[in-house]
């Protein structure tokens, strides 16, 4: 009896030792981490002040990476639930079709099976090689130089008209996935841009073949997607492993058609060198190089902006850029993204199906609403880069081009001589 009261007596004064650790207080070393950029729930710098975002990927997660070299998905979730439910429920999102770790179980092989909306087929993305990413681009194996052919001789026609020479550009994107046979859709059902209903049983993406991310700037490309914090007011931090990551990622996609293209394009037109180190580099520096954004420093470059997306922080918070599939469906395979159906097309009769590879849709990342995006389904990193650099450099902020049947707008929004922002606009 005595050890009764004395237990009642340390419940009712805060002292129980049993307390479940979840409830306890975390730092943020002390949290599991993903090898993809998402929001956790924690302090950030002194600087920073608030609660938010994971920071850089840093090198105590190579531990980790050893010991799972690939990760598998089953349904639509991997790691990180508890922390981006914690998030949810800081900033008044708690919804009832978010997950809970309970739909999810670590197995003793080093998989992880988790489950949310209606189970998908089993996928596994090999990660293993990425460690190699970040040794010195000399030191890396790349893929073999596509031949300079007259087929990458920009024509007088496709000199004298952009969306010829975009259309070209659709034509030589050799790595671009088919519908159905390296990947699977589903659209739901369609709303209107102010629609805030998730019209989406499921998720958007039911499978993508494992080949495609075997593909080596596809490999390269998802390499790069967790250096960032997608709080827009948060200054990065760039180290030297991820700056090796951005050049050897350079060096992959100009080997292959839509770059190679890209710079006899621009070339021709006096606007960048003719010699390719040098228009490698350009590269590099319009898509990597850190500017300004939400008033700070040093906080955004093109390639965070419009390829991994970033969380506006000043009045009320929103998604800006996030136009990649790749990045789409890796973060809705995590839990961050939640697809909630298309936006009606402006032309009746023209809705979307499994098919389709340029869709208009809405969704929530990290619970957090983008109300419109649209995104290109299927498309190689490199060809997208090209089209946009293509853009950037001899386009206006609208760019009315054909890319095989699809009639789009590209717009392109600049800040100096920097890419502000830059996607795709279905026409019709």
Known sequence: MEGLIKGVLDIALGHDDNRDEESAPQSRDERSRSTWAQVVSGE???????QGYAPNRRDDEEEGRSRRQEWEVEGSRISGQRQQGEYRSEHGHNRNHWATEEGSEEKNDGWETVHKKPPRRKHKVQIDNWGGYKRPPSEQNYSDEVEVGAEL?????????????CNKLWELDLNRLVPGKDYEIDCGEGKRVSGREDMAEGCLFSWVSEDAFRKPTFSRFCSLL?????????????????????????????RTAPIKYLHKYLSSNGVT???????????????????GRGGTSGSSSAFEHVFVGEIKQRGQQEVSGFHNWLQFYL??????VDYQGYIFPRRRGQ?????????????????????VSSTLIGVSPEFE??????????????????????PINIKCYRLGNKIGSVFPVAES
């Open 226 to 254: 967790d250096n960032y914090n997608p709080d827009q007011g948060s200054r990065e931090i760039v180290t030297a492993e991820e700056r090796q990551e951005q050049a050897a990622f350079v060096e992959e996609i100009s």
């Open 273 to 291: 060198p003719n010699d390719y180190q040098d228009f490698k580099r350009l590269l590099t520096s319009l898509w990597f190089d850190l500017y």
């Open 44 to 50: 950030e710098d002194a600087g920073d002040r608030r």
């Open 351 to 371: 809705f979307p199906d499994s098919e389709t590879q340029l869709l208009t849709i809405q969704f929530e990342w990290n619970g957090i609403l983008k109300s």
């Open 331 to 336: 973060e809705e395979a995590k839990g961050a």
């Open 385 to 406: 880069l090209a089209l946009y650099t293509l853009c950037f450099f001899l386009g206006g902020e609208d760019n009315h081009v054909e890319l095989g049947p699809y």
């Open 153 to 165: 001789e920009p024509s007088e026609d496709e000199l004298a008209d952009l969306s010829r020479a």
